[in-house]
């Protein structure tokens, strides 16, 4: 059953708690290697369905426009200390209430309508806020894309100093949606300087890391750091922008009032939670072993004849590449799902399908990894997921059916935050 347990939503409401229900068992019986998810911990979704959903906290401490913040302003004041402190940072912003909007938050902080950004493109592996076309970022500024070399699937940092020099761009993002790789943050920062660029990391994936000391940190490099706090850092769904004290009150003042109103006061809470549980010693042994599980699930992948884009990984993710199986990426992950293995279709570079059918597939460790599983376990779930491929390209539903029963199998003996079991 879910934890904490929803007597009060089945009483009320019994078709929604059925399908909570549902979900919690869902999250519990699958592999769940989709790169950006995790599983929060009890306290995170208690604090997550708190009485604090009921309050409007427009402002920050200590200068809000409504009464009755005698709480409020120690909670976030202590989820503000919490970031600053474990991320090292002069100034955090808790309050944007995801990562699309921190980075909108960056464009109203240090640029207007027509100038120039540049971030990764999309199908390379950056996030759609960094100036892709179908985004309002790269509709209402002059967005400066860079990619990765077709040779060695990484990023070529003398390509993007020099689109740097040519193109002047106001704001430079690094980081993204599916980079396998340690970002170089003081490469990045030396083509900013050189620019006059403000470096922004987005960071939303590898925050987790970077906290528990598994992936270098931007700071001292990037005077503006972007990041959600769910992912690898296992708080709830939301988001936090960290800089220097230069930069401070500009980005307050686009968070607040620029972009958005009250925060979500409940989100605030869980986010002090989890940047409580991410300052303990545990969380660093959590965050190298989801590199660890990472390159060994990689390793086992490449060993059964899979493409991986840069050749493997340095962090929570992989690219696989299907071309050479002969099957799209969203029917391998519609293949997989079926037999418990969750994980989603995805764009690879250079990619000569579309992006609603593309070649590749992302796989992330940072939630089984949460449940306990280790690099003993990665040979078999990169067995289950050639299997389940092949058998999609053969049409064995059957085989699918046996895998997604061995997988429960598997799981039973793995706890999850948020399931306690039938009840």
Known sequence: MHQPPIPH??????????????????QFEKVRLIASENYASVAVLEASGSVLTNKYSEGYPGRRYYEGQQCIDPIERLAIERAEQLFGVDHANVQPYSGSPANLAIYLAFM??????????LPMGGHLTHGWSVSVTGTWFNPVRYGVRADTGRVDLDEVRDLARRKRPKVIFCGGTAIPRTIDFPAFASIAREVGAILVADIA?????????????????????TTTTHKTLRGPRGAMIMSTAEHAAAVDRAVFPGLQGGPHDQTTAAIAVALREAAQPSFSTYAHQVVANAKALADGLLARGYSLVSGGTDNHLMLVDLTEQGIG???????????????????VPFDPRKPFDPSGLRIGTPAITTRGLTEEHMGQIAGWIDEAIRAATTQRDDVLDRIAAEVRDLLTGFPMPGWGGPG
Do not use: C, F
């Not at 207007?112 to 493109?121: C, E, L």
């Open 9 to 26: 939503v089945a009483g009320s409401d019994p078709d929604i708690a059925e399908l909570i229900q549902s979900e919690a068992r869902r």
């Open 112 to 121: 207007r309508p027509g100038d120039t950004v540049m971030g990764m493109s």
């Open 205 to 225: 994936h590898i925050a987790g890391l970077i906290a528990g000391g598994a992936h270098p940190s931007p700071v001292g490099y990037a005077e503006v750091i």
């Open 329 to 347: 990426g969203k029917l391998a992950a519609k293949a997989l799902d079926r037999g418990g293995i969750e994980l989603n279709y995805n764009t």
